[in-house]
């Protein structure tokens, strides 16, 4: 479901939540009372909008949390604590709407009501409804782990019905990279049956009523492989590449399915002067309303870590930016001095640092000084995070593809982040990797923005600090 169709539901529903709250205390409480759109509206749209916005950062939108009960239970209270929160400083203290505690307890209640309600039964629906059949041209192995991967999604309507023998993709990763082909285990589970031959494609979806084929390899197809997808969207049946439809349903591109294709798009991608120089710009802007408000908390900072842990105040290191090219990147030192430098993995229990640093750690305001960065044109705000030289070198050999994230300049956060968090290994680095790549392939200003503001929520949330 797309995210601005999901904002404006969340949008609408809790309006509704707030003229029922009106009509509730009118009937029972107060027939006099105001309470709505209508009277306290400036009150009331605080409401709204504090609830669809805290659903977007609080990552309510999000396919895969559709089936985590749990979750959406847990988010979806916090909005609605926030949404009462926001009327109630709205009403009394911005624009003097008196609405009463009923009122706001009921604005809550019912917020909290609408919105939980509506991803349960969607939820439900994506769970038991029917599911939206789809035919893979090929049964090569990269066409099978595809397959796998597919019909183990839960929060997806599609549905891998079968092969048909004759599209395989003609090239293969080595096999030490089928570990991380799409950055988890390959689920168990019986396989989609072969359907038939290539040349009776057109009869086998007929047959199947199936309105949807997916190609996986789209390099160096054969005349028979192109002839057979023409012959399909004639007939009015879909063709997709595996790639787009996987970066659609796990916001992730599989490593196994990048190829020239994706490489020539993303190249088009990047090469749009006036999206660079707004990214460009919006990164200026930001780093020099941070590194103002690092400068005003330095003082205290510095005296702090003075008395907590004593040694230079600034930490910097060699990572690798774009174009594979070498720069030094600044935070605030969160560790013991150690007597030489040596580059590893970060942990979450990491034994070298104090209680004080993992304080700043936890709040980010030890990237502060990576603002600096940002404005030298090192870094960007969002984007990949960079790596330490040792450790690019070490994954680039074991991970293939890994050198395609330095497309791009490294940011202070991104979509890897948001999404998977710290890498401690080479495994969790090929899964950022897939997300790394979907960045790269889809750079935006927009992407940009959405990045950054569901930052906020990861944060708060403590998720991904190391």
Avoid at 126 to 151: D, S, T
Avoid at 195 to 218: F, K, M, P, S, T
Avoid at 352 to 357: G, I, L, N, Q, Y
Avoid at 405 to 426: D, E, F
Wanted: hydrophobic share 50%; proline share 5%.
């Amino acid at each position: 479901m797309p995210t601005i169709f999901v904002f404006l539901l969340d949008l609408l529903l809790t309006a509704l939540a707030v003229e029922a709250a009106g009509w509730i205390v009118r009937l029972g409480f107060h027939p006099d009372a105001t309470l709505g759109l209508q009277g306290t509206t400036v009150a009331a749209s605080a409401a709204m909008f504090t609830a669809a916005l805290g659903c977007y950062l609080t990552g309510l939108h999000a396919p895969s949390l559709l089936l985590q009960r749990k979750q959406i239970v847990a988010r979806v209270g916090l909005v609605s604590v926030g949404a009462g929160l926001a009327t109630l400083v709205v009403a009394y203290f911005v624009w003097y709407q008196p609405i009463g505690r009923t009122g706001l307890v009921l604005i809550g209640g019912l917020t909290f009501v609408v919105l939980t309600s509506w991803r349960l039964l969607y939820a439900r629906f994506i769970a038991k409804g029917p599911r939206i059949p789809i035919l893979v041209l090929g049964r090569g192995p990269v066409e099978r782990r595809f397959a796998g991967r597919l019909n183990a999604v839960a929060h997806t309507r599609y549905e891998i019905r079968g092969f048909v023998e004759g599209g395989e993709l003609a090239t293969e990763l080595p096999p030490e990279s089928s570990a991380v082909v799409l950055g988890e285990p390959i689920p168990d589970g019986p396989e989609p049956p072969v359907l038939g031959a290539l040349e009776d494609v057109i009869e086998i979806c007929q047959r199947e009523q199936i309105a949807h084929a997916v190609i996986v390899g789209v390099s160096g197809l054969s005349e028979a492989q192109v002839r057979a997808m023409s012959r399909l969207q004639a007939h009015g049946i879909r063709v997709r590449t595996a790639a787009i439809m996987w970066m659609n349903v796990a916001l992730q591109v599989p490593i196994d399915m990048v190829d020239a294709r994706w490489v020539l798009n993303t190249f088009e991608q990047l090469d749009r002067p006036v999206v660079l120089a707004a990214k460009r710009l919006l990164d200026l802007f930001v780093a020099g309303v941070g590194l103002l408000l690092f400068a005003a908390m330095f003082p205290a900072l510095w005296l702090i870590q003075r008395i907590d842990s004593p040694g230079p105040f600034f930490y910097s290191q060699d990572r690798v930016g774009v174009a594979g090219q070498v720069f030094r990147v600044h935070k605030i030192r969160t560790m013991r001095v150690a007597e030489r430098e040596e580059q590893r993995w970060a942990s979450q229990a990491d034994d070298r640092t104090t209680a004080f640093s993992r304080l700043l750690r936890r709040s980010r305001i030890d990237e502060f000084p990576q603002f600096w960065n940002v404005v030298r044109g090192e870094m960007s705000l969002v984007g990949p995070r960079p790596e330490q030289p040792k450790i690019v070198e070490e994954l680039e050999r074991k991970i293939p593809y890994f050198g395609y994230r330095h497309l791009v300049k490294p940011g202070i956060t991104g979509w890897a982040q948001i999404h998977q968090g710290y890498a401690a290994s080479v495994d969790e680095s090929a899964v950022k990797l897939s997300f790394d790549l979907y960045y790269v392939g889809r750079l935006s200003i927009l992407m940009d923005l959405d990045i950054m503001l569901r930052t906020a929520f990861v944060m708060v949330a403590r998720i991904g600090s190391r």
